[in-house]
């Protein structure tokens, strides 16, 4: 008698990244404040990492839209550090803290 070898089934290449859909759905006009929110997410992102990339800049390299300010006596003064490390500390933090994605 012969012996009968199992058939292997190939295995699939390996795909490094599996294809995700998400698809958000609102009933709008009711759920439009929500929708507006949906949308700016990513602008919202933006803004924040734009913030404490110009806090970086002006502690770092002292330039920068904060690095310096104008009082009212129209002279120009330099922004506290200390106020400036505070603030990107408190950014930074926050995004953790609302597990926020970082961008790539």
Do not use: W
């Not at 990492?49 to 904060?66: D, F, K, V, Y």
């Amino acid at each position: 008698m012969r012996e009968m070898r199992k058939k292997t089934k190939k295995k699939k290449p390996y795909r490094i990244r599996k294809l995700m859909k998400a698809i958000l759905k609102f009933n709008l006009p009711e759920d439009e404040p929500e929708h507006k929110y949906a949308l700016a997410g990513l602008d919202a992102l933006l803004v924040i990492e734009e913030i404490i990339g110009e806090i970086r800049s002006s502690l770092n390299h002292e330039c920068g839209n904060l690095a310096f300010y104008f009082n009212d006596s129209g002279e120009k003064k330099r922004t506290c550090q200390e106020t400036l490390e505070l603030v990107r500390s408190f950014m930074i933090e926050s995004k953790q803290e609302r597990s926020l994605p970082e961008l790539v």
